[in-house]
């Protein structure tokens, strides 16, 4: 229960900023024993990603739909940027953005020392032209992938939690 009020404050550090909190779900989730930020295996985080992200990439209703038939709960949204963040017990944190300038899906999970390599693999087996550029305090990986629409891929850190994120414009 402390793993989950740590992650439940964490989430109403991030409502701070946002437009609507869901308080309804906010409250079910804060009945459970577990973590909506949960440490993971890699093939798990991976496993979500390519469920939620890449095999739904560009089609935010499809996400969601997924996300509610696997019982995730609408967390946060911010309606200035289109954010929502879907949050269930012990599984990655999942996060959509859509707006003027293309979607947006990502997984957030404990720090994890393998997800960079594998991640790297992931995208590299997903796509023929792509390129790994750019690194910084956070940023630990940034793929761009050739091709229009522009696809990119990227891995960062945030306070001990790691965000996969693909990117559609």
């Known amino acids: 229960m402390?793993?989950?009020?740590a992650s439940l404050a964490?989430?109403?550090f991030l409502s701070a900023c946002a437009t609507s909190v869901?308080?309804?779900?906010?409250s079910e989730l804060a009945n459970q024993d577990g973590d909506i930020v949960p440490r993971m295996a890699t093939s798990s985080t991976?496993?979500?990603f390519d469920k939620y992200c890449y095999q739904n990439r560009g089609n935010?209703?499809?996400?969601?739909?997924?996300?509610e038939?696997?019982?995730?709960?609408?967390?946060?949204?911010?309606?200035r940027d289109g954010?929502?963040?879907?949050?269930?017990?012990?599984r990655p944190f999942v996060s959509l953005i859509t707006n003027d300038g293309g979607t947006s899906c990502s997984v957030m999970v404990k720090r994890d020392p393998n997800l960079a390599a594998a991640a790297n693999?992931?995208?590299?087996?997903?796509?023929?032209?792509?390129?790994?550029?750019?690194?910084?305090?956070?940023?630990?990986?940034?793929?761009?992938?050739?091709?229009?629409?522009?696809?990119?891929?990227?891995l960062y850190a945030e306070d001990g939690d790691q965000v996969l994120m693909l990117n559609i414009n």
């Open 2 to 5: 402390k793993r989950l009020a």
């Open 121 to 154: 693999r992931f995208v590299r087996s997903k796509h023929k032209r792509v390129e790994a550029v750019g690194r910084s305090a956070k940023l630990e990986q940034l793929w761009i992938v050739k091709r229009r629409p522009l696809v990119s891929y990227a």
């Open 22 to 26: 869901e308080w309804g779900a906010i």
């Open 60 to 67: 935010i209703p499809a996400v969601k739909r997924a996300l």
């Open 46 to 48: 991976l496993k979500t």
């Open 69 to 79: 038939k696997d019982g995730y709960l609408l967390a946060i949204q911010r309606k």
């Open 83 to 90: 954010y929502q963040g879907f949050a269930y017990v012990n």
């Open 10 to 12: 964490a989430l109403f």
